[in-house]
């Protein structure tokens, strides 16, 4: 439908519908359910360097309107991605993937991208810089608008994909860091990543997660969310990709006239598998009844 | 997995905050050992409940009230509809059995093995069961074990019922193999106490049920495994116990 369609770094997406790094794994357990070639695109599950287990567990905890997460980047690693993910998506994926990255190094970064530049099948980079920075005291690259620029230098420097940029929202001035990745070249923006979180087992009187913290997402950050796409896309002329929250049509037209031109949508994959399916064939209608034509000329619109 | 719609035929408190519930919907490919996941208004993650029986149409589930969730769930009337998705996990592998097999249950974890001891016993196996209480007013599932043909032996830990103590204090001899649930604690006993092979049930906090998040991951010998997808059953021989 040429209504839904919209640009994404010179991909035409067919919606702006695309499910979030690490709630759609490498999209087979969906592929099962529906045909999954109706979404935009998927971003598949963070890749680093080398495969990784993660975190102990519990990993998950539950919240009102969302949950915490601490899977801690279990992947099989860019090469096993490379040589059986991505032979396996094809068969049931036809549409170029987001490949979403991650890294402890800007080595790391850089090394990851560069093996995943190689494959045809992925249309983007979608760059994670939530990660801790092992070389540089743990903080995360994502908190210093140096460290995310630098990150986002090399790995331009070895790719001709688009390279997107993930955002964390555990910043003070997230305006400042997406500014300082446009400078280094990105070609566009995606967030929010998940927010610093906790809960705490009353029964036991400990943190219901293991490793203590977690990202925290879902419907209840929504508005966050919102509210740095809205800032972020003022002040930046690359493509925003907003999401945190989404899990209605309106949601993702409420993102894109804060500004994003495609909409990521993650926790509500995991609660309702078909989320993005529904979310797809409801917003012709959330569109009449908001009198919008096309999806494009709202983020025009807004910019 | 499949996703549809049940409605609640009967709930009836079966034991000291244990509730037995039957739902009408699409009970096709389920099998023991597998589970359910239950959508429950304003919570946000679906709750994970075990298979009990699955026949023609008609799904039981046996829970334990121990928190928002599961006191939902006791509160439903015959007619309440609740969103499920079914047919997740591996299930017990029943080839395996041999013909004594042992079903070792400690409570919420009884449940599962009952539709395991019934496609046993339609195989034409003899299983044996052995199910652990806390108290005596906890006890449930005695009588319909004993009904489908089952050996049946009852523990407690403070010996208000049966055997006084845990289920490891009362395993039977002669069994071929085993199919056990129930908490660590006593999976960790029965790994130890086991003479034979057989599997186990575990439980795992999960974001979706269905594989995608990487939210209820094991370690194992034979690889990373989701407790969701890969599990919830695991053979003796691949747990890698936590710590
Ligand atoms: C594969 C599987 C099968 C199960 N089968 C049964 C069954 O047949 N009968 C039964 O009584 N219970 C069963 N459980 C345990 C049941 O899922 C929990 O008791 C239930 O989720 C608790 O929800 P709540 O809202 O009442 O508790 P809360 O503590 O308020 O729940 C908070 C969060 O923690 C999760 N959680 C809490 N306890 C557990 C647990 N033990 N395992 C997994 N997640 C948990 C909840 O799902 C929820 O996301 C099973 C668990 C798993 C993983
Ligand atoms: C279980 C889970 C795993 C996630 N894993 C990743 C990941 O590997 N890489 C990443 O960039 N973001 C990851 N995220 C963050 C999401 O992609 C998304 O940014 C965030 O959850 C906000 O969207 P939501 O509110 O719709 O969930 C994960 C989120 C969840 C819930
Ligand atoms: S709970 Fe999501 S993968 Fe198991």
């Known amino acids: 439908m040429e209504r839904l369609k919209v640009d994404l770094c010179g991909i035409t997406l067919d919606n702006p519908v695309i499910p979030a790094s690490g709630t759609f794994g490498y999209g087979y357990e969906f592929a099962e359910l529906y045909d999954i070639n109706i979404l935009g695109t998927f971003s598949f599950k963070g890749t680093t360097r080398e495969p990784r287990f993660g975190n102990p567990t519990p990993r998950i905890a539950e919240c009102t309107a969302g949950m915490i997460n ?9 090469e096993k991605v490379i040589s059986e993910e991505l032979p396996r998506l094809k068969k049931c994926f036809g549409k170029p993937v987001m490949a979403n990255v991650s890294g ?101 009187r400990r943190p219901v997660i293991a490793s203590v913290m977690g990202g925290f997402s879902g419907p209840a950050v929504f508005p966050v969310a919102l509210r740095m796409v809205y800032q972020v896309s003022r002040a930046v002329g690359v493509p925003v990709v907003g999401m945190g929250g989404v899990s209605t049509a309106e949601d993702v037209i409420e993102m894109m006239m804060a500004g994003a031109c495609a909409v990521e949508v993650g926790a509500a994959n995991l609660v309702d598998p078909f989320a993005c399916k529904k979310i797809i064939e409801d917003l012709p209608a959330a569109m009449d009844r908001y009198g919008i034509k096309n999806l494009k000329e709202i983020t025009e619109g807004a910019r | 997995m499949k996703n549809s719609i049940f409605t609640v035929t009967e709930n009836q408190n079966i034991a000291r905050g244990t509730f037995r519930m039957r739902l009408s919907g699409d009970t096709g ?17 679906r709750r994970p409940i075990s298979v009990c029986d699955a026949e023609d149409g008609i799904l039981t589930i046996v829970f334990k009230t121990v928190g928002r969730g599961t006191e939902k769930l006791a ?65 449930f599932f005695e009588k319909e074990f004993s009904d489908l043909g089952c050996a049946v032996t009852v523990t407690t830990t403070d010996g208000s019922r049966g055997v006084k103590g845990f289920v490891t204090d009362a395993l039977p001899a002669g069994y071929d193999y085993f199919y056990t649930c129930g908490p660590e604690p006593m999976l960790r006993a029965v790994y130890k106490a086991a003479r034979t092979s057989g599997q186990f049930s575990f439980e795992e906090r999960m974001g979706c049920g269905f594989g995608a998040c990487m939210g209820c991951s094991c370690r194992t010998v034979t690889g990373y495994k989701r407790i969701c997808k890969d599990g919830p059953v695991l053979e003796k021989e691949e747990i890698l116990w936590k710590d």
Request: hydrophobic residues 40%.
């Open chain 1, 70 to 78: 601490a899977v801690g980047l279990q992947n099989p690693g860019v």
């Open chain 1, 104 to 204: 402890f190094s800007v080595e790391d970064y850089a090394y990851t991208c560069a093996r995943l530049d190689t494959c045809p099948q992925v249309g983007w980079l979608e760059v994670n810089v939530s990660c801790p920075n092992v070389h540089g005291g743990g903080m995360s690259f994502g908190t210093d608008p140096a460290s995310a620029a630098e990150v986002t230098r090399a790995v331009k420097a070895v790719t001709a994909k688009p390279v997107i940029v993930k955002l964390s929202p555990n910043v003070t001035d997230v305006v400042s860091i997406a500014k300082a990745c446009e400078d280094a070249g990105a070609d566009g923006i995606s967030l929010i990543n998940t927010l610093l979180g906790m809960r705490i087992d009353l029964k036991k």
């Open chain 2, 29 to 45: 490919e389920m099998r023991p050992g597998q589970f359910v996941n239950i959508k429950l208004d304003g919570l946000y993650l």
């Open chain 2, 75 to 139: 509160s439903a009337e015959p007619g309440e509809k609740f969103d499920l998705l079914t047919g997740l996990g591996n299930g017990y592998d029943l080839s395996k059995s041999g013909e004594k097999p042992l079903l070792i249950g400690g409570g919420a974890g009884v449940p599962p093995l009952y539709m395991l001891a019934k496609k046993l016993v339609e195989a034409g196996k003899r299983p044996f069961a052995v199910l652990g209480f806390n108290t005596a007013d906890e006890v």
